[in-house]
């Protein structure tokens, strides 16, 4: 991707998948594991087709005029509203609400809703443009809310997946122009260029400011994995996982953790099993937390091992707690 200053806030891979993954790397249960599996798989293929969309943006002409925003979650009311990519221009808003599904796709004008026929089983999902026209009025409240100035906004719901076929009983034409394939993208947002040319709405001062309260209030959804899958916190494995065999299995010895099954050693495996803690459990930990999930006896080992990571703390010694959030901040 180039670096162009146009990208204002990029697509990152949710927490919450990455939480499933964790948990899924930390339980016995085959039937549980093949649930999560399911539902990484369905979150990673729409990630993957929103992200897709950036191979277009970055041949537009003008990209460099523009701001672009990636997976915004932003309040609204007693709410949040999300957008997956939003582009905003002097002249115009645009949002993108991406749909990476396959199969023969029945848009029912009548009903507004989605039908999608795949290996002789029909499924419904919601209505797509009735979801980025409600993002829309969401968003101009928002825009009122803070006291922006009214600017036009369009709305586009891109099929990202090549092996998607497109059908309507639709005799307006709203479909057809709503609706359409990542390769008409670039045609669309020049079509949209065209109608709103040379007439500038806001200036750079004002699109900066816009972006910038976007990005400060983006609050990123958090959930409680434990809670949607009914899962009970005591069945995880702990301890601390080798990279050679992969079980959870290593000791610690002078300097180094070691593996009694493979032999493999290393210095900092246990740094990778409190990112573990910190996204699955809790953001803080006690020595006496560290002790039962890192499966050390020694009081002086775990706090030794967390005082070396130089990590915010409260408290006295005996009670201090420590904030795991760095070691996340680290990672990214």
Partial sequence: MRSDAMIKKVRIMPIYMNKLQLLMNRLNDDLVKQSLETEISKMMAGFRGEDSINYFLN????????????????PHESTFFQIDTLIVNPEY?????????????FFDHTFNQLLRTKNGIEEPFQDPIAQAERQKYQLENWLSKHKFPTVPIETLVVMTHSQSVLRTDDRTSRVSRKIIHSVQLLDRIREFHKKYKQRVIVSRDVMNKITKRLIKEHTPREVDVFERYKIS???????????????????????????????????TSHIKALKDYSLLIQPTITNQQARDFLKLSSVSA?????????????????????????????QK
């Fill in 59 to 74: 041949m537009l002409p003008n990209r460099k005029e523009c701001h672009v925003l990636h997976d915004l979650r932003i």
């Fill in 93 to 105: 808003i645009l949002i993108i609400e991406a749909k990476n599904i396959s199969g023969n796709l």
């Fill in 233 to 267: 916190k005591d069945i995880i494995i702990k301890g601390v996982q080798c990279t050679g065999c992969m079980t959870f299995a290593m000791k610690k010895g002078y300097r180094t953790w070691n593996c009694p099954h493979c032999s493999h050693s290393s210095k």
């Fill in 302 to 330: 775990a706090s030794k091992l967390l005082v070396s990571l130089k990590l915010p703390h409260t408290g006295t010694t005996k009670g201090r707690v420590y904030d795991l959030s760095s070691l996340i901040e680290q």
